[in-house]
């Protein structure tokens, strides 16, 4: 990997930066550590736009943009990245127009997606710093977690009606140590319904300006090695009042991800963990897995839940056993083969796999995604 | 008597006052003395077993309760105590 020390600058580039070069304690050598970071952004609206804004006039080398949304007339309020001209377009893409004219010398990749548990350590793994300005509690451990997963620091900052929250989470000091992360402040989110996940959220305007550029802050901090990172502490500023608190966090031996007894070893199901999905979900094969196993002989059982008028109608040779039926016939379900189990469209079979792996255990259920319906119109095999 | 200082969201369940004295000796006492001023703020604050929510981190001084002795922990006339909730943003 090429050092910092490298890094070569143009004339238009020293003049640019030259308010950064001339600080004592800062210099070149800092500049160079900003233009050879790769920073990710997640979210660009409230906290991202002060972000991206300052990271980008400040002069980090590549900044990685993830948002799968569009600007609305109502994020304008707050969202400085983006004018009336941009509303109707993708934020990434406004983003990335805007701040190319200010910073021209900086490269911008945008994600155009949700970040999800599928496709978080794949965005993730190519940058060296997170900052996450997202807005969702189930975001927030997706962000913590990959963090943690991948050894990255979360420069983490969040707002709600009058009051922000900063904090470095995840960072490992010039002696190697790990500071807290954001499972080490708050082991589980709210549940729903509870405040402050209310849907009466909220924000005064200028608040993600004031929290957002002390996240940028930080984020120039923790690249270039300047001062101290907020790591081990939480700062909090009302914004009602004008009070600044910082409290001390630290590294708790339960944390789930990196404690004594870790059992996060990967992403999770977020919505379900924030309690923002009731059920509880059930692992899935697509019908071309499925037709797959049938193709290449694998052991399996199949099991149908439908009534037994929808059987006669059309089946693909399951074991008829009606869902209102499934617990008191449970005996005639394997447990010693993968057992896919399927109805119409998908509802009926996952409500049969969850009541047979509440009551009975199981762990080898697989639900047909789509049901019979994908099936007969995706794969329609020669019976 | 020690000072509470209440965080935006919690607000409305006390009126709009952001600072309340309490009359306590623990931590525990002076939340229960919160909630028993302010009753619709109690669901917020314990969990069902009485315990408090675990989004809701709070604070003695600059200290985490967690890492003094938890509900238990001391409070004198002038300590501050925070509470903290996690906040993630505009929406749910």
Known sequence: MP???????????????DRHIIIPGFGL??????????????????????LLLYLAAAGVGTLGIVDFDTVDDSNLQRQVLFGKQD?????????????????????????????????????????????????????????????????????????????????????????????????????????????????????L????????????????????????????????FDALNFETRTFKVKRRDDN???GSNPTITKLIDYEFFCGLKTEKPVQEITVEQFYDWQVKGEKFQLIDVREPHEYETSNIGGKLIPLGTVL???????????????CKSGARSAKAIRELEEKFGYNNLYNLKGGILAYLSQVAPVS | ???????????????????????????????????????DLKKHLFDENGKIRTFLNV?????DIRDLQQGETQVAHDTVVSIIPAIAGGSI
Do not use: W
């Open chain 1, 328 to 342: 008191e016939n449970a005996n005639l379900i394997r447990k010693d083969v993968k057992v896919v189990v399927h």
């Open chain 1, 87 to 203: 509303v109707g377009l993708k934020k990434a893409d406004a983003a990335q127009k805007r701040l190319e004219s200010l910073n021209p010398h900086i490269k911008i990749q945008v994600h155009h997606t949700r970040l999800t548990s599928e496709n978080a350590l794949d965005i993730i793994k190519d940058y060296d710093v997170v900052a996450d300005g997202t807005d969702n509690f189930p975001t927030r451990y997706l962000v913590n977690d990959a963090s943690v997963l991948l050894g990255k620091t979360n420069v983490y900052a969040s707002i709600f009606q009058f009051e922000g929250q900063v904090a470095v989470f995840n960072y490992t000091n010039s002696k190697g140590e790990t500071g807290p992360n954001y499972r080490d402040l708050y082991p589980t989110p709210p549940p729903p319904g509870l405040v402050p996940s209310c849907a009466e959220g909220g924000v």
């Open chain 2, 1 to 39: 008597m020690a000072t509470i200082l209440i965080p935006t969201p919690l607000r409305k369940f006390t009126e709009n006052q952001s600072k309340l004295q309490v009359n306590a000796g623990t931590i525990q006492e002076a939340l229960q003395d919160l909630a028993s001023n302010f009753p």
């Open chain 1, 3 to 17: 050092s910092h020390l490298d890094i070569q600058f143009s004339k238009e580039e020293l003049a640019r930066y």
């Open chain 1, 256 to 258: 789930p991800l990196n």
């Open chain 1, 29 to 50: 050598e800092a500049q160079q550590k900003l233009k050879a970071a790769k920073v990710l952004v997640v979210g660009s609206g409230g906290l991202g736009s002060p």
């Open chain 1, 205 to 236: 305007g200028v608040l993600p300006g004031i929290i957002g550029s002390m996240q940028a802050n930080e984020v120039i901090k923790v690249v270039t090695g300047v001062g101290e990172p907020l790591s081990g502490r939480l700062f909090i």
């Open chain 2, 59 to 63: 604070f003695v001084e600059e200290d």
